[in-house]
């Protein structure tokens, strides 16, 4: 059976929700255009997970028209009463590079106790590429969540400001090989300063062979 708009649209609107939810997910095989009109009834859907998979599909099909998007999507990053829509919000702000959300974002971030959400936020500061962002990812760095933290590096590596570096040298002897994995990452985009050059060199022998690969790639 085909996929068609009016198909999708008597999914969307059926009463079990895990018919709307395959409409959602149907909606990819539409027109982008025809596929964003039907989609914005459901992104205010009584169901968490039909929300969920709305919002999160805005990433791709806001585009359409970035004015609605940043209103709907601001809508549920503060309003939705559940966090993991709230986190899909701010994922789908950031691929948007609606960066006329980012005061929503902090305010949410250093509202929220939800670790999930800022997390979610203080990734998506690194996609915004807003340069506003650093001060909030400087207080994320030193967050007590180690999700957070690891977060914050690489977002601050995406924004590429070299006040990050000094934020990023106490994670270089981290023990844990994933975060300093990531730190390095991010050091590498910063690799023309002579700190960020300095602390990879010094990465190069780590004794997790994945850092220490990194290390070498960056250098390269």
Known sequence: MSVTPESVKALLEAEDFGQRLRGVNQLRELEPATAFDLIQPVITDSNVRVRYAAV??????????RDVSLQVLRDRLNNDPETDVKAAAADSLAALKLTE??????????STQEWLLQFSIAAALGE????RGFEL??????SENELVR???IGALGELGDPRAISLLAPFVEDSDWQVRYRVVQALGRMKQDPEAHQLIEGMLGDKAEPVAQEARNAIA
């Open 128 to 131: 915004l590429g807003d340069p």
């Open 150 to 152: 690891t977060a914050a």
């Open 101 to 110: 959300a980012f005061d929503d974002m902090q305010t949410v971030f250093n």
């Open 137 to 142: 990812l400087q207080n994320a760095i030193q």
């Open 56 to 65: 999160s599909q805005l990433s791709s099909l806001g585009g359409q028209d």
